[in-house]
């Protein structure tokens, strides 16, 4: 069965992190190994370096705006509700992963970040976009994005606002619009934590799974053959070096 070849995949592993409880929960409940719930990766990097990398997009000319990006099907209501809030405000629209508005959909990376930190608010049902919002300090307002069997996919999103503790309420009403949540981070208490990198417990377990890892038989036995790679028994090219040249000063700072 599907949860007997899990169990004894996950058997193979000695530890064992994930980015939100539901997946602990169920990691736990097939394998009974011990789980740590840590941060996303893009939590780790102080946000004063992710807008060193931000970069000013064409489609925008300086003015305030909401700020959409939505990986499921929007609902009409929910659309209706954004426009409105939009004309009350006097602000344009950027609606970003909608193949409609083809000069938002194809932005970089870099651009993504500058809309992020530039934006007034921001209306999405992902995940790094509730990252980028709580790290740039943004009001953001989070909607329930489902599967096609009706099964929610914002359980790392939850457990991403009970660690920052910024969850006004949870909202899940069938008759209006599906809010799983209305945030307001608090600018200096949000920032504050994300100073260091990260909230926490994180470098803890970073720090324990260095000690593990360094006692583990696969790294005693990989540092007894520095030449040979033990996974592979395969020689280590001696061309594998990065020249540091090539990086940008960001990219060294990184």
């Keep these: ?92 629209i950027i609606n970003l992963n909608n193949k409609n508005f083809e000069e938002n959909y194809i932005l970089d990376p870099f651009e993504f970040l500058y809309l992020f930190d530039n934006c007034d608010e921001v209306y999405t049902d992902s995940f790094h976009a509730c990252v980028f919002s709580i790290l740039f300090s943004k009001n953001f307002y989070v909607f329930n994005r489902k599967t096609e069997g009706n099964i929610s996919l914002n359980s790392r999103i939850i457990t991403l606002l009970k660690t920052v503790d910024i969850c006004d309420r949870f909202i899940n009403n069938a008759e209006e619009i599906e809010i799983v949540g209305i945030i307001r981070p608090n600018p200096e208490a949000v920032a504050n934590q994300m100073q260091a990198g990260t909230v926490g417990y994180t470098h803890e377990f970073i720090e324990r799974i260095i000690e593990r890892t360094n006692n583990s038989e696969i790294v005693k036995e990989q540092l007894s053959n520095k030449e040979i790679n033990v996974f592979t028994g395969e020689k280590f090219s001696v061309n594998t070096t990065i020249d540091i040249n090539n990086l940008s000063d960001d990219q060294k700072n990184i």
Aim: hydrophobic letters at 35%.
């Design 1 to 92: 069965s599907r949860k007997k070849f899990l169990k004894e995949s996950l058997m193979n592993l000695k530890m064992i992190s994930v980015r939100e409880d539901g997946g602990k929960k169920i990691i736990e409940e097939i394998s009974e190994l011990p789980v740590e719930v840590v941060l996303d990766p893009t939590l780790l990097i102080d946000y004063t370096k992710w807008r060193k990398l931000a970069r000013k997009p064409k489609c925008y000319h300086n003015e305030k705006f909401i700020l959409t990006y939505f990986l499921g099907k929007i609902d009409e209501k929910i659309n209706f509700e954004i426009e409105k809030k939009a004309q009350e405000k006097g602000l344009k």
